[in-house]
Each structure stands twice: as structure tokens, then as C-alpha cells.
């Protein structure tokens, strides 16, 4: 049977939203319009919760989120590995037919090989997957970040991406730390990734009251929808530098070699003289702190 169109949208939008993750470690230029200030987050939730203290870079002019890419190309071989746990907010029928959002051997593999690691999840993920989302967000090898609820585009154009309504861009970002509260989650950190890694000025000055740090990366694994390991560690081990952020998937159905292609990523770098760190721990060398 025919697919029902709103159903292939939600399709093409995952497609096009994971080739934006393992594309480019740069946003499509944006050219939405400033944010409407008609709407406004609660005033109780006035910062991203961080059992961990982790630290974040000084806000950018008029409050906005600061951006990080990269740490100190001078402070040591240190790598980040990133996670994106990406669920949109209408895959839960895809979900309860059997489509697998979550990846357990990948966790089991970094905890196996005790690679610390930041795990970038929607809200909607953390909803699917509460055990999952508990389990990492209490961990200490890992860290908790925020990918946005539903894994809409913060600005256009975005890789054909359902887009935040405009002035709700906070409101989105601490209705996913509230999933991660609700999930059990206690190593939460103030950092956020933008899905598709598009921003611009606009929508850094609104999440700015949300206290996080942005978030991209500046080694694209090209782990979405790929079928084979080896050329996903090659590119990876090719293009790590010290202080590099690496963008993978914590997804089995968008990105099933990911698992794989970790355990050909980590002994490779570890006998180059890498050191598998957190994203706090960049940020943390980069601000002194």
C-alpha cells in the first residue's frame, strides 16, 4: 500500500536531516528573519540543568548562544566523540512497528571500551527510550546534550526540514531538557546541537536565555545511512586533528554501521597518541576551567 503522504514527508525529512548531520560540518546559510519576541519560555526555566557543572563559553553580543567547533589545537591529541540521537516528533508509529531510534550495542561498545563520549538526544528520543536515556544520562563515562525536541530546523532553508515556529526556539530547547529530567537523566549538560548544524544570528540571540553553549563539530563521520564500517573510520581517522569534535549517530536504522565502525575508530587513534575526551572536557582546556 501507498504510502500516506504525510507519512513520506516525515521519511524525506529524516533522509534530508541525516545528510545534513553527516554532510557538512557547516550550516546551510539561513535566511530567516529575526525572531519574533511574541513568544517567550517560562519564566522557571531560566538555564539547561547540569548535574556536572560543565562549563560553557561566555555568550556571544546581545546574550547570544556562543558556538563551538573545535578545542585547542595546542592542548594535546584529544578527540570528542559525538552522538546524535535523533527522533522527530511524529516517528513514534514508525517506532511502534518495529524501527529501531536507539542503538544499545553502540553504547555497550563505548562502554566496553571505556570511550567517554556526548550523547546529543532529542526529547523525543529521551520519551521513546526513557530506560536508555537514564542509563546514559547517569553514566559517568558520558554526557547528556540537547538536540532540540522534535528535530525541526531552527532556520531556513535546512535541508527541506520542518522549522520551529518563529519565537519558540527556547521554548523547544527546554522542552527536551524537561524530557531528560523526566526520563531520569542527571548527567545533563548546557550544550546544544542544532539538527541539520543550521543557525544564525536570530536564533542564537533567542535560545541565549536558555544558558547553553551551541554546539557543531568540525569531523563530518559519515556514518548517516551508511552500510559499511570501514570507509566511515577511514574518513573519521583520516581528518581527526587534536581537539576535534567528530558528529556520528546514536540511530540503527539511520546509521548502522555506526557501532562497527567505533571499534575500528578507537584503537586506530588511541595507537596514534589520541585521547577519548567529553565535549566539557574541550571546552573546559579551551576556557581554562
Given at each position: ?117 556526548t550523547v546529543f538526544m532529542t526529547g523525543r528520543w529521551a520519551e521513546q527510550y526513557p ?159
Amino acid at each position: 500500500m501507498p504510502r500516506p503522504p504525510r507519512a513520506a514527508l516525515a521519511v524525506a525529512a529524516l533522509l534530508c536531516c541525516m545528510t545534513a548531520c553527516a554532510g557538512s560540518g557547516t550550516a546551510e546559510p539561513s535566511r530567516t528573519a529575526p525572531a519574533s519576541p511574541r513568544a517567550t519560555a517560562p519564566a522557571a526555566a531560566t538555564a539547561a540543568p547540569s548535574a556536572t557543572a560543565a562549563p560553557t563559553l561566555p555568550p556571544g553580543p546581545g546574550g547570544a548562544a556562543p558556538v563551538f567547533s573545535h578545542g585547542r589545537r595546542d592542548g594535546g591529541k584529544k578527540v570528542a566523540l559525538t552522538f546524535d540521537a535523533d527522533m522527530t516528533s511524529d516517528q513514534g508509529p514508525r517506532a511502534a512497528r518495529g524501527e529501531h531510534f536507539d542503538n544499545p550495542a553502540l553504547i555497550g561498545t563505548l562502554r566496553r571500551l571505556k570511550v567517554p563520549a556526548t550523547v546529543f538526544m532529542t526529547g523525543r528520543w529521551a520519551e521513546q527510550y526513557p530506560d536508555q536515556a537514564k542509563s546514559i544520562g547517569t553514566d559517568p563515562l558520558f554526557e547528556l546534550a540537547n538536540h532540540s525536541y522534535s528535530h525541526h530546523a531552527f532556520s531556513t532553508p535546512c535541508y527541506n526540514l520542518p522549522t520551529v515556529p518563529p519565537g519558540e526556539a527556547r521554548v523547544d530547547v527546554e522542552r527536551a531538557f524537561t524530557a531528560f529530567r523526566r526520563a531520569g537523566a542527571e548527567r545533563i549538560v548546557p550544550y546544544f546541537r542544532f539538527p541539520g548544524g543550521c543557525h544564525n544570528e536570530a536564533v542564537l540571540r533567542e535560545i541565549g536565555p536558555a544558558k547553553v553553549t551551541a554546539v557543531q563539530w568540525d569531523v563530518v563521520s559519515g556514518d548517516a545511512f551508511a552500510k559499511q564500517a570501514a570507509p566511515v573510520a577511514a574518513q573519521v581517522i583520516s581528518q581527526v586533528k587534536p581537539g576535534s569534535v567528530v558528529v556520528m549517530h546514536c540511530t540503527r536504522s539511520a546509521a548502522p554501521a555506526t557501532e562497527e565502525a567505533v571499534r575500528r575508530i578507537v584503537p586506530e587513534l588511541r595507537a596514534k597518541g589520541y585521547e577519548f575526551v567529553r565535549v566539557s572536557d574541550l571546552i573546559g582546556a579551551a576556557t581554562g576551567r
